[in-house]
């Protein structure tokens, strides 16, 4: 079993910037692909940022420029850089991964951006 732990959601203005935190509960070079799913109310979960099982990066077009994926081996995290926010990227925001046929999340952390 592992444990997706997501931190460093909140309230920003539109045009700020946050910092998603997702540390797992073991190395992370054993959990590819993993990343970023959001889910907006009355909305599908949608995939944000995700590193692949090749560890290249995909991100979705309506983040692309504004939001960075990025990881730490030596702490099992995995981060989402979110600049330049729109109302439109509130949402709970997801870590996933998804090793070899299991299908793993956390608990979500609510972003929320004002106008």
């Known amino acids: 079993q592992v444990q997706l732990v997501e931190s460093g959601g909140g309230l920003v203005q539109a045009g700020g910037s946050l910092k998603l935190s997702c540390a797992a509960s073991?190395?992370?070079?054993?959990?590819?692909?993993m990343g970023w799913y959001r889910q907006a109310p009355g909305k599908q979960r949608e995939s944000v940022a995700v590193?692949?099982?090749?560890?290249?990066?995909n991100y979705a077009d309506s983040v692309k420029g504004r939001f960075t994926i990025s990881r730490s081996n030596a702490k099992n995290t995995v981060y989402l850089q979110m600049n330049s926010l729109k109302p439109e990227d509130t949402a709970v925001y997801y870590c996933?991964?998804?090793?070899?046929?299991?299908?793993?999340w956390g608990q979500g952390t609510q972003v929320t951006v004002s106008s």
């Open positions: 996933n991964a998804q090793p070899y046929g299991y299908d793993y």
């Open positions: 073991r190395s992370i070079s054993t959990l590819y692909p």
């Open positions: 590193f692949s099982r090749s560890s290249t990066t």
